[in-house]
């Protein structure tokens, strides 16, 4: 027997504090951070966005990330096997946000291989998406990175930029919708390949490998984000972009599809409620600060996301004013901003291949740590749950590549001509913020209130030796729950179908796909909880009251400690006073 366990791997710790923290940005700050928050801020109202925002932020955000943070360091546990331990009832809640992890993972690094086709185009001579004279253009093209070029309204209407041309004709080979799959992309096909060798050898080891990956993912897009913000401010009509980034419209306040929009991209910016970052604290050692930790990285996050505004619209403004129109028709979100709109603007810069690779290799960084950790969450709940098989020499990386292949298997159709249309199905379904609302929802719930915020608040005091902010606590039991429920009937109410380039409209058995695949998450909280309700022994009370106690091997506080050790001086008084009774009895 003991041979037999001496063969299990330890579970590990990060090498160092940097690792944990790098390996928490590279996750958080990815490509929402440059592409989503930026026109999300100017579509709903510039400045006044950020009301909403930093009420989210407060509500929401900084109160999720502490309280995950805070789980995972405690347990030790990934993403399910810690709900196991806090409390078994709601251990469909881990399920559920692994299941959204793995949708993301067979989608997310799709980006990252059009990505790597751009950015291996970017050192060609002359940039193709620069030009309307390649095999893939048609009579309607029009280079608007042409100097002394002439254009009407009429005519930017009636014709198709060479960018957009580029992406749909050559990078996509855009099919007529989701019923024409068409051929694969070879070329795709093969920058996909590519990203998932180099994923899969960055978690390969674990956070041995991991931790030391980050220090590279994670810093180095900074440096090509501030290269690309001083380039960009430095170009003419970037005033005029910035202005129309940040402008304040107060009368936006009232849209409640603004606060809606505001909750989602802090759910989504932050990557609460699916257990990335109970993983990531679970590799912490139990007395790390992980509440200083959360509050600079919360704010990272955020300020990340400002100033990659100023670097997106300067660019925007720029390419507004050499073209002589509104900014509101270049500004574009999502990959419509990096496939199209920027490397449009990149066209007209001098030396655009050099600002076409600064971008590209930003955002395959950005988007790369994201993946990583994503993979690395998935794989380190799934080990947790079955230590005795797959921890063991060897079997942690070939568990790793049956889960990359299973992966990239899955994702096949999305590098064919109609792939798009079911990248787009994955991303506004399977990955919905509704979804991850329902989770914050349950989760606030259980931990504020079945396993109590306040005994949450004495480990976390325990752990770091400072004691949070009561704001925390009103959260976790009522505010987060409060603003993540109304969130999500409104994202409900206000469901609309999804669409593809604004013309194409799915058949209905795409939408069914689409809400079976976010159904498949959120049915597994309530699943969960009654299936095993059902399967316990005992009456209904004594079920409900076994899977809302907590594992009792969970380390103990100091206060607990010493209020078991207040019970037991208590105890053995009482039954010394009680011996001293009785001997006095007897010898009366």
Sequence with gaps: ???????????????????????????????????????????????????????????????????????????QEGGITCWHRLCPLAEGIGYAGQLILLYSCMYYIVILSWSLFYLISSFSSQLPWASCDNTWNTDDCVNLAAKNLTLNRTTLINSTPAAT?????????????????????WEILLCLIAMWVICYFCIWKGVKSTGKVVYFTATFPYV??????????????????????????????????????????????????????????????????CYRDSLWLCVLNSCTSLVAGFAVFSVLGFMAQEQGIPIAEVAESGPG??????????????????WAVCFFIMIILLGLDTQFVAMEAVTTSVMDLFPMILRREGRREIFILLFCLTCFLGQFIMVTEGGMYVFQLFDYYACNGACVLFLSVFETLVMGWIFGAERMFDIIEDMTKSRPNYIFMLCWKYLTPLVSVVSFVCSMVEYAPLTFNRWYVYPDWAYALGWLLALSSIVLVPGWALGQLFAGKGSLKQRWRHLCSPDPELPLTCKQRAEMKETTFTAEMEDLVRANIDEDENGL
Excluded at 165 to 182: A, Q
Excluded at 337 to 354: E, G, R, W
């Design 1 to 75: 027997m003991d041979r037999i366990e001496g063969q299990i791997e330890e579970r590990g710790h990060w090498g160092s504090k940097a690792e944990f923290l790098l390996a928490v940005a590279g996750n958080v700050i990815g490509l929402g951070n440059v592409w989503r928050f930026p026109y999300l801020c100017y579509k709903y109202g510039g400045g006044a966005f950020l009301i909403p925002y930093l009420v989210f932020v407060v509500t929401c955000g900084v109160p999720l990330f502490l309280l995950e943070t805070a789980m995972g360091q405690y347990t």
């Design 224 to 289: 090509m984000l501030l290269v690309l913000l001083i380039r960009g401010l430095t170009l003419p009509g970037a005033l005029q972009g910035v202005v129309f980034y940040l402008y304040p419209e107060p009368a936006r306040l009232f849209d409640p599809q603004v606060w809606l929009e505001a909750g989602a991209q802090i759910l989504f910016s932050y990557s609460v409620s699916v257990g990335t970052l109970t993983v990531l604290a679970s590799y912490n050692k139990y007395n790390n600060n």
């Design 165 to 185: 041309e580029f992406w749909e004709r050559r990078v996509l080979s855009l099919s007529g919708g989701i019923e024409e799959i068409g051929r694969i992309n």
């Design 337 to 354: 901003l990096a496939f199209i709109a920027y490397p449009q603007a990149v066209a007209m810069m001098p030396l655009p291949q050099l």
